[in-house]
C-alpha cells in the first residue's frame, strides 16, 4: 500500500501540471483568438488521463486502506475532520472533477469553432483544477495535512 500512496502523491503533480497548462493555454487562446490549439487538446487528454490513474490509485486506498469501513459509522466521525475528510470529502470532490473531466473532453469537441472550444475548455477545465486544489491534503491544511512529496 506504501507503493500505492507514493504513486498516489506523485501522480497529483502530474494532474496539476497538466490542469495548469490546460487552463493556461485555452485563456491565451482566448486572448489572441487563435485556433484551438493542438496543445490545449493535448494537455487537457493528459489531464483526463492522469486522472483516470489517480481515481484508480485512490479507490485502491479507499477500500484497502479502511476508509470504506469507517464510512460505515460516518455519523461518529462527521465532528472529526481528518476522519470526515478521508471517508468522504476528499473522494466526493474528486469524483465530481473526474466527472467534469470528461464532460469537458466532450463538451470542448462538440463546440462549434475555436472561440467556443477555448470557452468551454476554460469553464470546465478551470473548474476541475479549482476542485482539485480545494480537495488536496496540502501540508498547511492543518487537521488533514500530508506532505509534499513521498517518495519510493
Ligand atoms: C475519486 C478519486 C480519489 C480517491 C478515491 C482518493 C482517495 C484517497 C485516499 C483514501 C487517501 C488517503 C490514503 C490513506 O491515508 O490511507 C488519499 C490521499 C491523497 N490524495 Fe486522493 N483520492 C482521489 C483523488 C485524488 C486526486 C485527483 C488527487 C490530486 C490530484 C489526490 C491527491 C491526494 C493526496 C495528495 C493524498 C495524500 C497522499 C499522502 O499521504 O502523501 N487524490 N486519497
Redesign the pocket.
Known amino acids: 500500500m506504501n507503493t500505492i ?1 507514493t504513486l ?2 506523485l501522480t ?1 503533480w502530474l ?2 501540471l497538466f490542469g495548469v497548462m490546460t487552463v493556461f493555454t485555452a485563456i491565451s487562446g482566448m486572448m489572441s483568438r487563435s485556433k484551438y490549439s493542438a496543445l490545449t487538446d493535448k494537455s487537457s487528454l493528459l489531464f483526463m488521463i492522469m ?1 483516470d490513474i ?2 484508480v490509485f ?2 485502491v ?2 477500500f484497502e ?1 479502511g ?1 470504506f469501513d469507517r464510512l460505515k459509522h460516518l455519523g461518529d466521525f462527521m465532528k472529526d475532520s481528518l476522519m470526515r475528510f ?1 471517508t468522504l470529502e ?2 466526493l470532490l ?2 465530481i472533477a ?1 466527472v467534469l473531466v470528461h464532460a469537458g473532453r466532450t463538451a470542448v469537441k462538440k463546440a462549434p469553432d475555436s472561440q467556443a472550444k477555448y470557452k468551454k475548455a476554460l469553464i470546465y477545465f478551470g473548474i476541475v483544477l479549482l476542485l ?1 486544489l480545494i480537495a ?2 496540502w501540508p498547511f491544511r492543518e487537521a488533514v495535512a ?2 509534499w512529496f ?1 517518495w519510493f
Open positions: 500512496m498516489h502523491s497529483r494532474v496539476l486522472f489517480q481515481v485512490g479507490f486506498l479507499y486502506n476508509w478521508f476528499h473522494w474528486m469524483l473526474w482539485i488536496i491534503p500530508r506532505p513521498r
